[in-house]
């Protein structure tokens, strides 16, 4: 959360983020439930902007955990990603309860993307 007020990222850019991820346009797949989405700076495009490291399970659930600006950073480490799989396969498995238990202890902050119709 820190990262996307600092950057400027509202909910909306976030949630297009999602939204390309849904329809198939992931730039990265790290495999273990992680995935990397470009994402743009606000008011300018995504070529220099934003990386975001996502736990991603289709239609289920995206849970932003990292970022960083492009220019900052090439990647993130092997060691890196061995732990973001890891918390991919306990955080994408969290049913409802838990998910809404996290969001009330304040570990999770909701993002809320509303659908045009």
Known sequence: MRFARKAGLDDPTLCEAIADAERGLIDADLGGGVIKQRIARPGKGKSGGFRAMILYKRATRAVFVH???KNERANIAKDE?????????????????????????????????????
Do not use: M, P
């Open 81 to 117: 990603l061995a732990t973001l799989k890891e918390l991919a396969s306990q955080i994408l498995a969290y049913d409802d309860k838990a998910l809404a238990q996290a969001v009330t202890f304040g570990t999770l902050i909701e993002v809320t993307c509303h659908e045009k119709n």
């Open 67 to 69: 970022g960083f600006a």
